[in-house]
């Protein structure tokens, strides 16, 4: 019977806050009923603690040794070698994937006319959708191989007009092309050079899409299907590039990045063509003019390659800033491949002369773009802040009046020889979160040394807020001037700290009715200036989203709501957390828009703890931090957008002293030298305000996990992040 009474309170359609109130109720009044379940003998002791029996007297532990503080040396003896273990990782994993060669098409000198015959293009007539404009300079044959290529791979529903715009060539490219049916064949009395050349071609386009197209490449199955569906598929493209590859198998490009300066890099290049973070659509800086579509009123409007590029290299990326200046968008689409003969074209050309004009153009491209360059060359470093610096009335009831994160801190002791605890705190000190001037210098700090902004944890259960004072007191304030997220913290709250994780102190409930409501109270955050947000999408964060019946129509209800309250799209990431951290599920697969990696979370290597233990009632786990920096580092990116992370260390022992999780060797050098790495990739996947980087955390304490001042480390590790901010910036990657 007390089991059904039992079941009957567990099944009561009220919050979590009123479910805990009943059952006081009913343990007080009615103890003889619930006497030998689990739950009341919990709610028992919690009551009434059993008294402290002092155990019997041991020997004495092991001494434990004296730490180093940080002295600027020994702090540091980690970054070249997780660097260098860094790169090895990567190298070894370009290795494991060999690639093959690419077939391409190789017409022999005495074949030219037979293969120029034999093109067959369709009359594209007057209004063709796409027309594709192939700049030529001598090189026939490989004309002639783009041509076959193209003839070959031609859409069958689809009206293309093809523009040879010859630079008055001295071979045989009018004989062999000037006579070939429905193709444009516009020849020139002198030559321009490329950048004319493609110009002067652009007064003869019809088409709605026009193509700039090298003619040392060669076109595969799809690539045209794909390069015009993108301006279907996703909003206010102004250009798309496809994939290139070598002949050799091997990527040339997936789009390109550009630096303030600059200078550009070809991501992925040399890589296998097949790995997963080169193979979806995605935004990037620029794309080759080697192969570039654009709505032909929008190249016309910007005026097609600028003369301030004469004679060639760098107008590409002058082409595509000035299209995303006139309002658009330029896309990377890996569902188009191209075959490209890189530089074929001007092999030829003297070396010395190509360098120079190679080095007065990316100066050109700097004076005339380095402000918009810099504007989002940097990722976004932004940290995850644990707001539990402050006694709250619900604390105070589950673990002593008074109870904060400090006082699990506070309690903490080595578990074996050369453990790094108790963690005390330097500049801030124990602080309070109540006062408002403490927000106020931590963010001070945090923007000192490049720290963006902070993810608030935001912690609500059926209507229920906990632990909300800190950013409900930011969101009354116009200072600290920091920007700011949140990522609902979406668990149920249970005694796990001491080991009884299956009571329940506060439940979620994840109903259509909590979704509504929950989504009403972040809007409010989501309105102030500060909130951080992604196109002037908010960000919102979820922690588990497989905690939730079906987050992908949670999801969509939220969206639904924020559009009707006026406030447009919203950005929704999931935190790859638990179950998550390991498999690379799309976000997609839960109506999320990205994914956060969430370190330490699903990659440690358990070890023996390298000094002997001093704790007899030592159970818990040890890892090596470098070992986790590297993997983490040089983990291979998905085929989706996640945000990288990364921690300046871990060590849970405050909250779970002889059961805890730490990881050994955490230094600031090996932080830096994970979080250069972790920077310069998201520069080279990500795109604009996508480019973000999440670290865990700023001030989790209990956890080990905090890059505010303490007094073994001090500053380095904030030292860490402004370092690997400008590292990044100035190192090459191996």
């Not at 059993?50 to 001494?63: D, M, S, T, W, Y």
């Not at 970054?79 to 994937?97: F, L, N, P």
């Not at 909130?531 to 989203?545: S, T």
Request: with cysteine; hydrophobic share 40%; glycine share 6%.
């Amino acid at each position: 019977m007390k089991d059904e009474i039992y079941q009957v309170y567990r099944n009561l359609p009220i919050s979590a806050d009123s479910r805990l109130k009943f059952r006081n109720v009913l343990f007080r009044y009615f103890p003889v009923v619930f006497k030998d379940l689990h739950a009341y003998r919990c709610w028992q002791e919690h009551r009434n603690p059993a008294p402290v029996i002092e155990p019997p007297a041991k020997p004495a532990p092991v001494a434990v040794q004296t730490l180093p503080n940080a002295d600027g040396v020994w702090e540091w003896q980690d970054y070249h070698s997780v660097r260098a273990r860094i790169a090895q990782a990567k190298a070894d994993e370009r290795g494991a994937q060999p690639v093959e060669t690419i077939p391409v098409l190789d017409f022999q000198a005495d074949e030219l006319r037979e293969q120029a015959a034999r093109l067959a293009f369709r009359d594209p007539g007057l209004q063709p959708l796409v027309s594709v404009i192939i700049p030529v300079y001598n090189n026939v044959k490989l004309t002639l191989e783009c041509l076959a290529s193209i003839d070959q791979h031609m859409p069958q529903d689809m009206a293309v007009e093809i523009v040879v715009a010859d630079d008055a060539s001295s071979d045989q490219t009018e004989a062999l092309l000037s006579s070939v049916a429905h193709i444009r064949y516009v020849r020139g009395d002198q030559n321009l050079g490329f950048l004319r050349n493609c110009n002067r071609a652009m007064t003869h386009v019809k088409g709605t899409y026009t193509v700039y197209l090298n003619n040392d490449v060669q076109v595969t199955a799809g690539w045209l299907e794909a390069l015009v569906a993108t301006f279907d598929e996703y909003d206010n493209v102004g250009a798309v590039g496809p994939k290139f590859v070598y002949p050799s198998g091997h990527l040339q490009e997936a789009g390109a990045t550009l630096a303030p300066d600059g200078t550009a890099t070809m991501v992925g290049f040399g890589e296998h063509p097949d790995v997963p973070r080169f193979n979806y659509t995605r935004r990037v800086d620029y794309v080759s003019g080697a192969c570039l579509m654009a709505p032909t009123a929008l190249l016309k409007r910007v005026g097609g390659f600028s003369e301030e590029f004469l004679p060639c290299y760098c107008e590409d990326s002058d082409l595509c800033l000035s299209i995303r200046a006139d309002g658009h968008e330029i896309y990377y689409n890996p569902q188009a491949t191209i075959i490209h003969h890189l530089s074929k074209t001007t092999a030829a050309t003297d070396n010395d002369f190509k360098m120079s004009c190679i080095s007065k153009n990316v100066s050109v491209l700097n004076r005339k773009w380095s402000t918009s360059l810099e504007r989002h060359f940097d990722p976004r470093l932004i940290t995850f802040y644990l707001p539990q610096f402050h006694p709250v009335p619900e604390n105070d009831l589950w673990w002593g009046k008074g109870f904060t994160e400090w006082t699990n801190v506070t309690k903490a002791f080595p578990n074996f020889v050369g453990h790094y605890q108790p963690r005390l705190p330097a500049d801030l000190g124990y602080y309070d979160l109540r006062l408002l001037e403490i927000l106020k210098s931590q963010a001070e700090l945090a923007q000192r040394y490049g720290i963006h902004g902070f993810c608030f944890y935001y912690y609500w259960f059926d209507g229920k807020r906990l632990l909300e004072r800190p950013v409900e007191q930011l969101l009354l304030s116009d200072k600290p001037d920091i920007p700011f997220c949140l990522c609902w913290a979406n668990e149920n709250w249970t005694r796990r700290w001491d080991g009884m994780e299956q009571e329940v102190l506060m439940a979620q409930a994840h109903t259509e009715e909590d979704d509504v409501a929950v989504i009403y109270d972040l809007i409010r955050f989501f309105k102030d200036d500060r909130y951080i947000k992604i196109d002037d999408r908010p960000l919102i964060l979820i922690y588990r989203v497989t905690l939730f019946p079906d987050f992908a129509k949670t999801a969509e209800r939220w969206r639904k709501v924020c559009r009707e309250q006026g406030l447009g799209e919203i950005y929704i990431a999931m935190v790859e957390s638990f179950e998550l951290a390991k498999l690379n599920t799309h976000p997609s697969a839960f109506g999320c828009d990205a994914a956060v990696e969430f370190p330490p979370q699903g990659l440690a290597d358990i070890k023996p703890p390298s000094g002997d233990v001093v704790n007899p009632e030592f159970t818990g786990f040890v890892a090596d931090y470098r070992d986790i920096a590297v993997k983490y580092a040089a983990r291979p990116a998905p085929g989706y957008t996640r945000f990288k992370g990364a921690m300046p260390g871990w060590d849970n022992t405050a909250r779970r002293q002889h059961a805890g999780f730490c990881f050994e060797q955490a230094t600031p050098g090996a932080f830096q030298a994970w979080l250069e790495e972790t920077i310069t990739d998201t520069r080279e996947q990500q795109f604009g305000d996508e480019r973000l980087v999440f670290i865990n955390a700023w001030n989790e304490w209990a956890e080990g996990a905090y890059l505010e001042p303490d007094r073994r480390f001090g500053h380095t590790y904030l030292e860490a992040v402004s370092n690997a901010l400008e590292a990044s910036r100035l190192l090459k990657k191996n």
